[in-house]
């Protein structure tokens, strides 16, 4: 998919903000909601979109989704900083498949880094903290903090 193209209404992350599949949620807003990525590059890694905005870029997004996007980003950033202590704060956010994105929903990455530990985004999740059980446990200590 390239930067052109139409909103598809299936999309995973249209179907998590309608309650058709799972996922791990961290926190919600009444314009915004932010959740466990399913194939977290890091402890900790977290996803947030817009819950109304139909962006499936940048450059389509509302700057009012934005700033709300934003905001959220920075709650939970801190949220999860409070919960897993890294040493730095990966926020991400790709436009268009040869950018690396695979879902046409605009939503921004938060991922925990550690010293010594992989800077970049690898195709499949790292470390063992991606199974169902460990999200969820992972998730009750990040929504203690918010
Ligand atoms: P992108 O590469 O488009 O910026 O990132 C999409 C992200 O969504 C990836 O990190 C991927 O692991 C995550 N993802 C894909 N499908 C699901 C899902 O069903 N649930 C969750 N929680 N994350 C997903």
Known sequence: MSLDGRYDESNVFALILQGKIPSTKLYEDEHTYAFLDIQPQSKGHALVISKWSKARNILEIEPE????????VRKV???IRAAVQPDGIHIAQFNGAPAGQTVFHLHVHIVPRWEGGPMGFSAHAQGD??????????????????
């Open 129 to 146: 903290f991606a199974d169902a059980d460990a999200l969820n446990a992972l998730a009750d200590e990040i929504r203690a903090h918010l």
């Open 65 to 72: 989704a934005l700033c709300q996007v934003m905001a959220s």
């Open 77 to 79: 950033a801190g949220a």
